[in-house]
């Protein structure tokens, strides 16, 4: 017995030496260093032949592209010598993106890329040959998204807002528009609101046969624009673009397909309505017809419209009608059969998979039918199977599925939870198998088609040994049923997820302050399954200061089907706010927490959501800080603003009983009101107003401004600086 005691007492000491050893994270090494990176597989594109596939090796000056066996991946090798290759300007190729040609002939690389609008920009594009190792720049100045046409002998590109094409075999170029004009006319590439809402920028689409490119023409002359300031200049500038507001003018959006044979150009006739939007546009596989994704400003009738590319006339294909919203997605195929096609939808209750025949006739569903699917990558055409990816065992987790054709056969391919993010061999024979959890970097893993594991292509073992010399905690999930206090709500009383952080060294006699985290916007999550990053690690090291950190996904989140998701309709902002309330109190009434201590946090829609929780949930938040947020939806984008809110003119309640700007006088806690003065998503104008409707409602509050720094506030020292503020801000006021 007192042998057993000495050594449960050595046990306990050394455990308790380990504990005492281990470090606690600072701010200067998360957001000022690079030794928490994650390591990834970058570049993976499968080759045409399903055998091998190629990556992207990066280091600090040059770039390697490496081919790879999938049966044997210890084996690689260089596909190109670019170390000797150099760009137009005589300096070496660097680049982070690149595509083949369809033969594998050529390969089209990005260079000296320049931003033009958030997720675009303009680069001197270079095309590699393989066969003669020849490198040449495709064009004259810089283009943007530069394509192959699917025989390999063309590339489309947009250069100064008109749609040009390179035959390389003739290297002869040919402009196929003449009257783009900055903030008047684009060819071939969208405006900012299609671009930011409907996240596509590649207005241009090769036919199969490649004889005909077809594309969409935004004439944005009756867009008002808006103009942001910029320093750092002895006289300030202004940058100008086109933005369209909630219930503003939009562009008009016409499309057109050019005939490379004939040089003939024709119109394709989908309507005379201004107010209509071209979403998406996708051949059909047999090349008979240009088929355009149509939806209504109000964006609940969506149209599948099949266009002949001869006479420009059109036949519906499709329609789907919604008492709320429809959102535009990639999940159209058309089956090489040329009778069916692929279509997701939500207006079952979940997002699904389903078949339809070229009549617009529903077939069958496909896909699982439990949870929503959030990523259909393909159809193996040859044995009939489906590869999606889909909510599941819980909203959190991202699991891969596949399913025949027939809708039997359902499995889940890689066993586990967790966010798997699957890139499937060209004839799906192979999986590279991106896994992380909540409390696990990424994994790369190699597994067959069938979900054999072969090979860990990155474990981030450095990282794992540099994170277990730190004290961390361990993320956990948690449900509660939410109470709405004596304000009440309409509609479900849902019951809500979210994540909790503790203290490494948790004491449940204790009472700990509570800092929240929210985003909260339609369809987006933070209670997720996955790695966090170095945000991650910034929630541990206020951990490690004695808090508890939580995050809530409120009514409007996704990945819990329709009715959760489109249940704030027309209110932005009530039931969302009513949540998080309702998690506060939740919070407040667990014996380890103080309820005298929460607080929020949230970066744009979270901005707006700690924005209305520390005014409209004055009695229960005592700080909160809202970074770039939307303070009034009359100052966001038309295309975003009105698919969840319709106008202003026809909700003007709606947008003004869930201002913050309209509920600062409710304020009694302490807030913090952080903003890029070059924000072009949500516009500096949003502090501003916030600013003034503080001021008047004589309420003391907290600003910062990041001068010349967009939506993401990042660049040089801005992060570290931008996190060392709010994390003072909350062991001064939480």
């Given at each position: 017995?007192?042998?057993f ?16 050893s ?9 957001w000022a ?15 045409k ?20 066996s ?36 050529k ?10 609008y ?9 095309v590699?040959?393989?066969q ?15 394509e192959?046409?699917?025989d390999g ?48 920028t ?9 004889k ?11 867009v ?10 002895l ?16 562009s ?7 005939h ?8 394709i ?28 400003r ?30 535009p ?5 058309f089956?090489r ?13 979940f ?23 959030t990523?259909f ?19 959190w ?15 889940q391919?890689v066993?586990g ?14 999986l ?6 909540a409390?696990?970097p ?39 049923k ?8 309409s509609g ?12 490494a ?24 399954n ?10 541990e090291?206020?951990?490690?200061q ?25 209110q932005?902002?009530?039931?969302e706010?009513e ?5 506060a ?18 970066w ?5 959501m ?5 005014t ?5 938040f ?20 009105e698919?969840?809110m ?20 409710r304020l ?24 003034s409707?503080?001021?008047?409602a ?6 910062f ?18 996190y ?11």
């Amino acid at each position: 017995m007192k042998r057993f005691c000495l050594l449960l007492i050595i046990v306990i000491a050394s455990v308790q030496g380990k504990s005492q050893s281990l470090k606690n994270l600072t701010l200067q090494e998360i957001w000022a260093g690079s030794g928490f990176r994650t390591k990834s597989v970058q570049g993976i594109r499968s080759m045409k032949d399903g055998a091998h596939y190629t990556t992207l090796e990066q280091t600090e000056g040059s770039t390697r592209l490496l081919k790879h066996s999938y049966n044997e991946p210890a084996q690689s090798s260089q596909i190109f010598p670019l170390e000797k290759a150099t760009s137009s300007s005589n300096a070496k190729i660097i680049f982070d993106t690149y595509e083949f040609s369809n033969d594998e002939s050529k390969i089209l690389v990005p260079t000296e890329f320049e931003p033009v609008y958030r997720h675009s920009g303009k680069s001197a594009y270079m095309v590699l040959d393989l066969q003669s190792g020849k490198v040449t720049a495709l064009s004259s100045g810089k283009q943007l998204l530069a394509e192959f046409s699917p025989d390999g002998k063309k590339v489309a590109f947009v250069r100064e807002n008109n749609l040009f094409i390179k035959d390389l075999e003739k290297n002869q170029e040919t402009q196929i528009t003449n009257d783009g004009k900055m903030n008047e006319i684009i060819n071939g590439s969208t405006d900012w609101v299609y671009e930011e809402e409907f996240s596509y920028t590649k207005a241009f689409f090769w036919s199969p046969d490649s004889k005909i490119l077809a594309w969409f023409k935004f004439n944005e002359r009756a867009v008002k624009e808006y103009s942001m300031p910029t320093y750092g200049t002895l006289y300030p500038g202004n940058y100008t673009f086109k933005y369209p507001k909630a219930g503003e003018t939009n562009s008009t959006v016409t499309a057109w397909v050019y005939h490379t044979v004939s040089a003939k150009t024709t119109q394709i006739q989908t309507g005379t309505d201004a107010n209509q939007y071209l979403a998406r546009g996708e051949w059909t596989s047999t090349g008979d017809a240009f088929c355009i994704t149509r939806l209504n400003r109000h964006q609940n009738h969506l149209e599948l419209l099949l266009a002949n590319p001869v006479s420009g006339a059109v036949r519906l294909l499709m329609e789907e009608k919604s008492p709320s919203y429809i959102e535009p997605h990639n999940n159209l195929r058309f089956l090489r059969d040329g009778k069916h096609f692929i279509w997701s939808s939500e207006l079952g209750g979940f997002n699904q998979l389903y078949l339809y025949d070229m009549k617009g006739k529903l077939v069958r569903r496909l896909s699982d039918g439990r949870a929503d699917v959030t990523n259909f990558y393909g159809i193996n055409e040859q044995n009939g199977s489906l590869y999606y990816q889909m909510a599941f065992p819980q909203p959190w987790d991202r699991t891969i599925h596949q399913v025949k054709l027939n809708g039997k056969g359902q499995k889940q391919l890689v066993a586990g939870d967790g966010h798997q993010r699957a890139e499937f061999s060209s004839n799906f024979s192979y999986l590279i198998l991106n896994r992380t959890s909540a409390n696990e970097p990424l994994q790369v893993e190699l597994y067959t088609g069938d979900g054999k594991k072969l090979k860990t292509l990155e474990s981030n073992e450095a990282l794992r040994k540099k994170l277990a010399e730190y004290r961390l905690s361990k993320n956990e999930f948690f449900s509660f049923k939410a109470d709405y206090g004596t304000a009440g709500t309409s509609g479900t009383q849902w019951e809500l997820n979210g994540w909790m952080l503790k203290p490494a060294d948790f004491d449940p006699a204790k009472k700990y302050p509570v800092f929240m985290t929210v985003y909260g916007g339609p369809g987006h999550n933070t209670v997720e399954n996955s790695w966090g990053g170095n945000n991650r690690l910034w929630y541990e090291l206020l951990a490690q200061q004695g808090y508890i950190v939580v995050s809530v996904d409120n009514r409007g989140t996704g990945n819990r089907g329709e009715a959760f998701k489109k249940c704030t309709y027309l209110q932005l902002g009530k039931y969302e706010t009513e949540d998080q309330m309702a998690a506060a109190r939740y919070l407040a009434s667990l014996p380890y927490v103080d309820g005298s201590r929460i607080g929020i946090q949230g970066w744009s829609y979270g901005g707006y959501m700690s924005s209305l929780c520390i005014t409209k949930g004055a009695e229960l938040f005592k700080m909160a800080i809202a970074v770039a947020p939307v303070t009034n939806w009359r100052y966001y984008d038309s295309i975003y603003t009105e698919r969840f809110m319709r106008t202003p003119e026809e909700n003007s309640s709606g947008y003004d009983d869930n201002s913050p700007i309209n509920h600062v006088s409710r304020l009694k806690g302490k807030y913090l009101l952080i903003h890029g003065t070059a924000d072009d998503n949500v516009h500096f104008q949003n502090a501003v107003e916030m600013t003034s409707a503080l001021i008047k409602a004589n309420k003391q509050f907290d600003l910062f401004f990041y001068p010349d720094k967009n939506h993401g506030i990042y660049g040089g020292n801005t992060r570290f600086h931008l996190y060392s503020l709010m994390t003072e801000y909350i062991f001064k006021n939480l």
